[in-house]
């Protein structure tokens, strides 16, 4: 599996910030042709909300809705960032 995803963040006030996002992701194996078949690639969509919590520690509240392949749909919520 692969994964590339892109992100932009606006600051709208100074604990809020919006987020868009999109990336597409790849299957691989023996059975799988990889991302040369459509049926291997799943792209994603999305945008959220963050309010900093505590700035100085960088704790952040994350709200997201996402939209993925064949009608999938996620409402996130997450604390903190993946890295």
Known sequence: MSSVE???????A?????????????????SRGGCSSSANRFPNLGAGLQYILKPDQGIVA???????KDGNKALLFKMGYAW
């Open 62 to 68: 994350n709200l997201e809705g996402a939209l993925g």
């Open 14 to 30: 100074e604990r809020w910030t919006a987020t868009l996002f999109a990336g597409i992701a790849c299957l691989y194996g023996a």
């Open 6 to 12: 892109v992100e932009e963040r606006h600051r709208l």
